[in-house]
C-alpha cells in the first residue's frame, strides 16, 4: 500500500499591508518636503473654503462701496472736465485775440 504524503498547510501569516513609498520616507529628510507640501496645500484648501463662503457677503459690499466712490469721482470729475473745456475756450480766444494784431500788420 502506498502513502500519500499530506503537506501540512502552514498557518498564514498575517501580514501588515505594504507602505507606499511616501510612507517609508515620510519621518525621512526626503519625505519632509513632501509632508511640507502636503500641509500647505490642506492649508490653501481651507482658505478657499473660508474665502469662498466669506466671499460672497463682502463682495457685494465692495460693489455698493465701489458704486459709491465712483458716482462721487464720476461727478467731481464731470465738473473739472467742465472748468477745463471753459478755461482752454478762453484762453485760446485772449490767444486769438492777441495774434489778431500781430497778424493784421
Do not use: C, H, W
Amino acid at each position: 500500500m502506498t502513502e500519500k504524503k499530506v503537506a501540512k498547510k502552514k498557518a498564514a501569516t498575517r501580514r501588515k499591508p505594504a507602505k507606499s513609498v511616501f510612507e517609508m520616507l515620510e519621518d525621512s529628510v526626503v519625505g519632509q518636503p513632501f509632508v511640507i507640501a502636503n500641509k500647505v496645500f490642506l492649508a490653501s484648501l481651507g482658505l478657499f473654503s473660508t474665502i469662498q463662503t466669506e466671499f460672497g457677503t463682502k463682495f457685494d459690499e465692495l460693489v455698493k462701496d465701489g458704486e459709491v466712490a465712483r458716482d462721487k469721482y464720476q461727478k467731481s470729475f464731470t465738473k473739472f472736465q467742465k472748468n477745463f473745456v471753459k478755461d482752454v475756450t478762453s484762453t485760446k480766444n485772449r490767444v486769438v485775440e492777441s495774434v489778431k494784431p500781430a497778424a493784421a500788420k
